[in-house]
């Protein structure tokens, strides 16, 4: 017979290193625990890291220049345009209002590319795989059922030879 266990002994050391975790993570989130944004920077810092609020555009009118082409991984990582289809085209932009011509500060926040779905290489090499892959599985297809039907055939003439008696 078995004797029935005894319930084991808790250490309470054990449990003070988890109640000092429980109580540092409610203070960080009690205080709001976080880093300092490069908005509350210090005014002592040089004009160059301060964050800069962006100018509003007027209005401007776009025209593509190039066909859409694939982005390169250090493109896809750096321009905001290849980021979402990893694809872009280069574009040509005018303001609509010719008095905003004039202002350089202006015509560097116009877009140079713009993010496009799809590139023409690519997609002529996507159909001529699909088209590949269907020729290749009807051959495969075609060539499997010309074998089943000799082999059916063969089968069949067999039978009627037996029945016969010629074989």
Same mark, same amino acid.
């Given at each position: 017979m078995q004797q029935p266990r005894r319930p084991r002994k808790q250490n309470r050391n054990t449990y003070i290193p988890?109640?000092?975790?429980?109580?540092?993570?409610?203070?960080?989130? #009690?205080?709001?625990? #976080?880093? =300092?944004? =490069? %908005?509350?920077a210090s005014p002592l810092a040089p =004009?160059?890291?301060?964050?800069?609020?962006?100018?509003e555009l007027p209005k401007y009118t776009c025209t593509a220049v190039s066909e859409?082409?694939? *982005?390169?991984?250090?493109?896809?990582?750096?321009?905001? %345009?290849?980021?979402?289809?990893?694809?872009?085209?280069?574009?040509? *932009?005018?303001? %609509?209002? =010719?008095?905003?011509?004039e202002d350089e500060e202006l015509k560097v926040l116009l877009p140079k590319y713009h993010s496009c779905a799809r590139v023409k290489a690519v997609e002529a090499r996507r159909y001529a795989h699909f088209l590949s892959t269907n020729v290749l599985l009807a051959l495969f297809s075609g060539l499997l059922m010309v074998w089943r039907k000799r082999k059916l055939a063969a089968a069949q003439y067999r039978r009627m030879a037996r029945r016969i008696g010629i074989a």
């Open positions: 988890l109640l000092l975790l429980l109580a540092a993570c409610l203070a960080c989130l #009690s205080t709001g625990f #976080s880093t =300092p944004s =490069p %908005d509350t =004009p160059l890291f301060r964050r800069q609020e962006p100018k859409c082409q694939v *982005c390169s991984a250090l493109q896809i990582k750096t321009l905001e %345009d290849c980021r979402e289809t990893h694809n872009h085209q280069k574009i040509n *932009c005018k303001f %609509d209002d =010719p008095k905003n011509e």
